[in-house]
């Protein structure tokens, strides 16, 4: 069974830096297309941060662009988010996504697979 296993997040002043990291584990992962994150806010549309395709194609929601930065390591499986000027609006459950791709002994199998969310609190 595909697990992602979010750590990082917590609590941090207007201006502050955090880092979020996912990793992909157990099951029998052939490879990871898209990783990244999104987050989530209550009373709100989940709200995609952050991706980066297998091809090394990045993109960011507008609200973070010159502030977070993506990276990725797949001979480790892992994503992470370097959160940077954080504002009181980045407050919000941020969580892993990915696309991972497993063989099953009936062929090769992509679909996405979600973390459980970290919380990232900013306060002024």
């Known amino acids: 069974q595909v697990r992602l296993v979010e750590s990082g997040g917590g609590l941090a002043q207007v201006g502050e830096s955090l880092r979020l990291s996912c990793a992909a584990g157990?099951?029998?992962?052939?490879?990871?297309?898209?990783m990244g994150w999104y987050r989530r806010v209550p009373g709100a549309e989940r709200e995609l941060v952050s991706m980066?395709?297998?091809?090394?194609?990045?993109r960011y929601a507008d609200s973070v662009k010159g502030r977070f930065a993506i990276s990725r390591d797949d001979s480790r499986l892992t994503v992470s988010l370097e959160m940077n000027s954080l504002k009181p609006e980045d407050t919000a459950v941020y969580l892993c996504?990915?696309?991972?791709?497993?063989?099953?002994?009936?062929?090769?199998?992509?679909?996405?697979?979600w973390g459980q969310g970290t919380q990232v609190t900013v306060s002024a």
């Open positions: 996504a990915a696309q991972i791709c497993t063989e099953n002994g009936y062929g090769l199998t992509c679909q996405w697979y």
């Open positions: 980066s395709s297998g091809h090394g194609v990045t």
């Open positions: 157990s099951g029998p992962i052939v490879r990871v297309e898209d």
